[in-house]
T-cell receptor
Framework: GQQVMQIPQYQHVQEGEDFTTYCNSS?????IQWYKQRPGGHPVFLIQ?????EVKKQKRLTFQFGEAKKNSSLHITATQTTDVGTYFC???????????FGTGTRLQVFP | DSGVTQTPKHLITATGQRVTLRCSPR?????VYWYQQSLDQGLQFLIQ???????AKGNILERFSAQQFPDLHSELNLSSLELGDSALYFC?????????????FGQGTRLTVV
């Protein structure tokens, strides 16, 4: 079946360090979306990328969509304690309406 | 506030029982998704409805069923409950099935089967 894997599963960083999570899909995706789930909360949409090779930035966050539309990455520069949470990528495989979520990367930031 | 309302917030029930979880999507959203999130796990896609019709199915057990009503609210029915069904169940809505739009999640229903 369709799988979307993320690595690493967990990441602990010191505040101020950078962080990257990688997302890999077994099938080509129509688009890639990123969500953040704070502990005890619900997933909240961050961004969507549609085009092959697309790069978008949101302040300290940089998102990339791979050329083959099967992988993506999220990079956070100079992490802050407010970045704590689990980051999920998600996307619909081509010709489906399913929104499949990745396995998630849990980020812990130590002050 | 995402605009998606899920009730109840918490539910405790015994094995073998049946429960119904309810979701009201954001105003104007035609698409509703259901996800299951077990403790510290990812989001497992269960099923999606669009304007009252089933549009996509994930790894949803036969004991589970869902529907979307004419007013666009959706219900997820879980029957013959087992201990392993204990999880957080999320509903999300989006404007269209093209999925070039974001999904808005409700606060979730935490189901505990004892």
């Amino acid at each position: 079946g369709q799988q979307v894997m993320q690595i690493p599963q967990y990441q602990h960083v010191q505040e101020g360090e950078d962080f990257t999570t990688y997302c890999n899909s077994s099938t080509t995706l129509s688009n890639i979306q990123w969500y953040k789930q704070r502990p005890g909360g619900h997933p909240v949409f961050l961004i969507q990328l549609v085009k092959s090779g697309e790069v978008k930035k949101q302040k300290r966050l940089t998102f990339q969509f791979g050329e083959a539309k099967k992988n993506s990455s999220l990079h956070i520069t100079a992490t802050q304690t407010t970045d704590v949470g689990t980051y999920f990528c998600a996307g619909p495989p081509y010709n489906t309406d399913k929104l499949i979520f990745g396995t998630g990367t849990r980020l812990q930031v130590f002050p | 506030d995402s605009g998606v309302t899920q009730t109840p917030k918490h539910l405790i029930t015994a094995t073998g029982q049946r429960v119904t979880l309810r979701c009201s999507p954001r105003s104007g959203d035609l698409s509703v998704y259901w996800y299951q999130q077990s403790l510290d796990q990812g989001l497992q896609f269960l099923i999606q409805y669009y304007n009252g019709e089933e549009r996509a199915k994930g790894n949803i057990l036969e004991r589970f069923s869902a529907q979307q009503f004419p007013d666009l609210h959706s219900e997820l029915n879980l029957s013959s409950l087992e201990l392993g069904d204990s999880a957080l169940y999320f509903c999300a809505s989006s404007a269209q099935t093209g999925l070039n739009t974001e999904a808005f999640f409700g606060q979730g229903t935490r189901l505990t089967v004892v």
